[in-house]
């Protein structure tokens, strides 16, 4: 079997809360200006704002229908929930991050409990967590690049400059009714596509 053929065998998957369209835009207008003073190697498109719940991997299709089906199980015993986008900070050496992100905030327990919910539908299917602790988070750069070193400094006074950035004046939090299950299409814009939708 050639390589092309492999691949169609089997998708990049993982599990996500989506952001609503409305803070999708908030969002993106927001790390637009940022761009032009922090140079990351890629900005994420504003379709693909997610929080993951739990990274998949590359899972063979033939084992898709039983994931689905036990996935859709585990979301009725869940119920809706608030969160609110909240602190901007980074992954990776100060100097040069390699992730910029979006912290959130209000009933991070009832997310907390999604996520382990997720992991018990899964595990049974042979699907690993994490060994790092979760931390929720939003992802909207990559990889900084810039000449001189990043300044966590810069970025806390752009957005106290500007309330537009800092989301102050905006409806940050939503409420989470859903789940999805997203395959990575790489090169494609959006990159990620919605599989399946779960109801909490």
Known sequence: ??????ENESERLF????????LQEIVAQA??????NF????????QDYHITLQFLGDTPKTKIPDLVKSLRKTAGQGR???????????????????????GVSGEIEALN???????????PLGFSGESRAYKPHLTVARKYRGKNSYDDKLLENLLKLDDDWNLKNYQ??????SFV???????AIPMYEIIEKFTV
């Open 1 to 6: 079997m050639d390589a092309k053929a492999s």
């Open 15 to 22: 599990l996500a809360v989506k952001l609503p369209s409305e």
């Open 31 to 36: 790390c637009s200006k940022l761009s032009e």
């Open 39 to 46: 140079d990351f190697a890629k900005w994420t498109k504003l």
């Open 80 to 102: 809706p929930f608030n969160l609110s986008l909240d602190k901007w900070d980074t992954f990776g050496l100060p100097a040069s991050p390699r992730v910029l992100w979006i």
């Open 113 to 123: 409990q999604l996520a382990a919910r997720v992991h018990s539908a899964t595990f």
């Open 172 to 177: 940050r939090d939503w409420t989470i009714d």
């Open 181 to 187: 299950l997203y395959a990575t299409r790489m090169y």
